[in-house]
T-cell receptor, first 111, second 113 residues
Framework: QKEVEQNSGPLSVPEGAIASLNCTYS??????FFWYRQYSGKSPELIMF????GDKEDGRFTAQLNKASQYVSLLIRDSQPSDSATYLC???????????FGKGTKLTVNP | DTAVSQTPKYLVTQMGNDKSIKCEQN?????MYWYKQDSKKFLKIMFS???????INETVPNRFSPKSPDKAHLNLHINSLELGDSAVYFC????????????FGPGTRLTVT
């Protein structure tokens, strides 16, 4: 089983700060990368995807991908208490149709 | 509303029983999935169907049997339930088998006593 690793946290940041969530993956053949947000007791919700090296911005969210280092990150600018959730990194395994999830990082944004 | 829906939302049953979970999507997607999220919140794929055809079948006990009567529906039947089957089961869908942007249903919390 190819691995997707995340720091489980909890990661605690003050309101208005930048939250930085990190993910590494073991399969060099992976080409597609996703970030899901999961509120407690709710289902995962897709918030970002990235396929190419570099940065991709969407509102307050920026996904960063470095395939050489096998590293994906998610930055949340101007963090809000409503951003408090578990963030799941997911990677499509090379050569398969499977989306492999990390165990998630729990983020708490303190007012 | 356009969505992925699951029934039931909660399921409490005893060991040895057989139960089913149903999933429906009205997004017009071709591909549907079953995931299991255990108590440690680890989300793992179990099965995937593309237009009624099984395309992913992970190492899951054969007590679990998915069925897709049409591309909008994917059901999960579990025989002889065990304590370790207690988890949240999520259905998801995507546009196609090569489109990995997946949309999840609300989940079914299964508790086996």
């Amino acid at each position: 089983q190819k691995e997707v690793e995340q720091n489980s946290g909890p990661l605690s940041v003050p309101e208005g700060a930048i939250a930085s969530l990190n993910c590494t993956y073991s399969d060099r053949g992976s080409q597609s990368f996703f970030w899901y947000r999961q509120y407690s007791g709710k289902s995962p919700e897709l918030i970002m995807f990235i396929y190419s090296n570099g940065d991709k911005e969407d509102g307050r969210f920026t996904a960063q991908l470095n395939k050489a280092s096998q590293y994906v990150s998610l930055l949340i600018r101007d963090s809000q208490p409503s951003d408090s959730a578990t963030y799941l990194c997911a990677v499509v395994q090379g050569g398969s149709e499977k989306l492999v999830f990390g165990k998630g990082t729990k983020l708490t944004v303190n007012p | 509303d356009t969505a992925v829906s699951q029934t039931p939302k909660y399921l409490v049953t005893q060991m040895g029983n057989d139960k089913s979970i149903k999933c429906e999507q009205n997004l017009g997607h071709d591909t549907m999935y079953w995931y299991k999220q255990d108590s440690k919140k680890f989300l793992k794929i179990m099965f995937s169907y593309n237009n009624k055809e099984l395309i992913i079948n992970e190492t899951v006990p054969n007590r679990f049997s998915p069925k897709s009567p049409d591309k909008a529906h994917l059901n999960l039947h579990i025989n002889s339930l065990e304590l370790g089957d207690s988890a949240v089961y999520f259905c998801a869908s995507s546009l196609g088998q090569h489109s990995y942007e997946q949309y999840f249903g609300p989940g079914t919390r299964l508790t086996v006593t």
